[in-house]
């Protein structure tokens, strides 16, 4: 019989190698998977079940919520409140930390989540996300969880991953030990693996951006997407454009393909877009742990100390030697 890898017995064998693991990290990452199995039911109902649309609330950044998100947001919490893991979460569409309800047990890990990225696609049928990310507390064992342990920097996550609700949904995730796809069968409801130790190619063919803000950028960044687009065919360009406008999406299929993905800063969105905690410090741990790159342009992306929950950031990633170019075009080395 062929040997079938779930997401629980690849959690449990990668546990093993942890001496004194407690199985809490996994019954954690379980309560997760149970998570997001409702939100991709959810999402590829979403049309059948009359949860399109606008919820008719803004988030903390102002922007128009879909049904989706709150269902998301609430699954998420719902699925994670009681496990007795965690000790505070931090949602996207929260606007400050989430205590775990008093009736349960405090853990020793925090996580954080977006819980539908990418929502302004949902009503055209395009493929949105939920991405994650989990850290050990700061603060000491036993008492609520506090804004200390989410303001810690990205370098210090244990685990992060991602789960796109495309054509099939998709979890990919890593602890430190390399990134790791599992494909949802939806005859058993298991998450298995189909792409082990994910590599992303050191050099790509595709750039992700939203080109429509080229004259709010910066000179440096619009003489890099200017770059990209010359013909020359020994640096391997024009590269290919593609962009979905769902960060997850993007994302997964430049680690597949190999590319660069990259929301700069711009006299718009003078931060970026992206927020640090909930978008780019997991995808970032996912990258560099695939062999590729995330940086804001000056410094990477798992060493910035965040101050504010839903601090945005400027980001560039993708394929190592993509990113290490514009960073080149951002300091002023190339003509
Ligand atoms: P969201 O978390 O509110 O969905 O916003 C994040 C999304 C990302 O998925 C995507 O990369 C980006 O916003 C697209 O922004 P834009 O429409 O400005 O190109
Ligand atoms: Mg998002």
């Known amino acids: 019989m062929q040997k079938i890898v779930t997401l629980t017995r690849h959690i449990i064998e990668e546990q093993r190698r942890h001496p004194g693991a407690t199985g809490e990290f996994t019954n954690l990452i379980n309560d997760l998977a149970f998570a997001i199995k409702l939100i991709s039911y959810n999402?590829?109902?979403?049309?059948?079940?009359?949860?399109?649309?606008?919820?008719?609330?803004t988030n903390v950044q102002g922007e128009n919520v879909k049904k989706l998100d709150v269902f998301a947001h609430e699954t998420m919490f719902r699925a994670l409140d009681h496990g007795g893991h965690l000790c505070v979460m931090g949602s996207e569409e929260e606007e400050h930390p989430i205590a775990i309800p008093k009736q349960f047990p405090i853990g020793k890990y925090v996580i954080l989540f977006d819980p539908l990225d990418g929502s302004s696609n949902i009503d055209a049928n395009v493929s949105v996300g939920t991405i994650f990310s989990i850290y050990r507390r700061v603060t000491p064992d036993g008492t609520p969880g506090t804004l200390e342990d989410l303001l810690q920097p990205g370098s210090s996550q244990i685990c992060a991953g991602y789960v796109v609700y495309g054509s099939s949904t998709m979890l990919v995730y890593t602890t430190g030990n390399g990134v790791h796809g599992f494909t949802l069968d939806p005859s058993y409801g298991e998450f298995v693996l189909s792409h082990p130790d994910i590599k992303i190619p050191s050099k790509g063919k595709i750039y992700s951006v939203n080109e429509s803000n080229f004259d709010y950028w910066d000179n440096s960044i619009k003489q890099y997407v200017h770059y990209v687009k010359q013909i020359d065919e020994a640096t391997g360009r024009p590269m290919n454009s593609r962009y979905i406008g769902s960060m997850v999406s993007d994302f997964h299929r430049n680690l597949l393909y190999g590319g660069i993905f990259l929301y700069p800063a711009s006299r718009r969105a003078p931060q970026g877009k992206l927020r640090l905690a909930y978008e780019a410090n997991p995808m970032a741990f996912i990258i560099e742990q695939a062999g590729g790159k995330a940086s804001d342009g000056?410094?990477?992306?798992?060493?910035?100390?965040?101050?504010?929950?839903?601090?945005?950031?400027?980001?560039?990633?993708g394929s190592r030697e993509d990113v290490d170019l514009v960073e080149k075009f951002?300091?002023?080395e190339m003509p």
């Open 298 to 317: 000056a410094q990477r992306i798992l060493d910035i100390v965040p101050e504010k929950l839903h601090q945005r950031t400027p980001l560039f990633i």
């Open 330 to 332: 951002i300091r002023g």
């Open 43 to 57: 999402t590829n109902k979403a049309g059948l079940l009359g949860v399109l649309g606008e919820a008719g609330k």
